[in-house]
């Protein structure tokens, strides 16, 4: 079992229509979880981070945490074609004292006018 | 853009090679993270460095080398470079205590593509 697995896609969604975005990970102890975007030759850039149960909401961006079921996603509303890109889901783990980013593979997202 | 800098920004090597990348932290971080991303890939961790030492590794062979410098910059260096070592290199910066737990958020810079001929 992968320590963060995501469907790579693609996800393919009408312009407008709202983007669910999936991850499931290993490791119960973990606190921390991101969502990166990177562009096709770009590095990742963060969009969210989420420490809690529940959902953090960020102007059309909400995170949703489910620790007891290892589960994280992110909703992207109003889905434009600028948001086009691979998403990436990062857990930060403890190991041998010290934090490390573990990142899914990351899902292909479409976004078409 | 995160204020995280990495130099160059494109290489290409032949096999056998050495190569240093380098990268300059974001202002008021201490903590460096190097990781490679293959095409089609996620990021994998390399290692990660604070106050000047390293603080932990993933799974990547010896050959495989970093520096903290007093000022937060850091460099990674490949010896002996293989055909399989071409990809996307990322520095990435936290502030942090150094301590497991936490929440340290890291920020990524540009990157820089090595290809190994």
Redesign the interface.
């Known amino acids: 079992q992968k320590e ?1 697995e995501q469907n790579s896609g693609p996800l393919s969604v009408p312009e407008g229509a709202i983007a669910s975005l999936n991850c499931t990970y290993s490791d119960r102890g973990s ?2 979880f ?1 969502w ?1 975007r990177q562009y096709s030759g ?5 969009i969210m ?1 989420i ?1 809690s149960n529940g959902d953090k909401e960020d102007g059309r961006f909400t995170a949703q945490l489910n620790k007891a079921s290892q589960y994280v996603s992110l909703l992207i509303r109003d889905s434009q074609p600028s948001d086009s890109a691979t998403y ?1 889901c ?1 857990v ?1 783990m ?13 899902t292909r997202l479409a976004v078409h006018p | 853009e995160t204020g995280v800098t990495q130099s160059p920004t494109h290489l290409i090597k032949t096999r056998g090679q050495q190569v240093t990348l380098r990268c300059s932290s974001q202002s008021g971080h201490n903590t460096v ?1 190097w ?1 490679q991303q293959a095409l ?6 390399i290692f ?1 460095y ?1 106050r000047e030492e390293e ?2 590794r ?1 799974n990547f062979p010896p050959r495989f080398s970093g520096l903290q410098f007093p000022n937060y910059s850091s460099e990674l260096n490949v010896n002996a470079l293989e055909l399989d070592d071409s990809a ?1 290199y ?1 520095c ?1 910066s936290s502030s ?1 205590s ?14 820089t593509r090595l290809t190994v001929l």
């Open positions: 963060v606190q921390s991101f990166y770009k590095s990742p850039e963060l981070s420490y990436l990062a930060n403890i190991s041998g004292g010290y934090n490390k980013l573990i990142f899914g593979a990351g | 993270s990781y089609g890939q996620g990021p994998q961790f990660q604070y603080n932990g993933g996307l990322l990435a942090t150094g301590r497991a737990g936490g929440t340290d958020t890291q920020y990524f810079g540009p990157g």
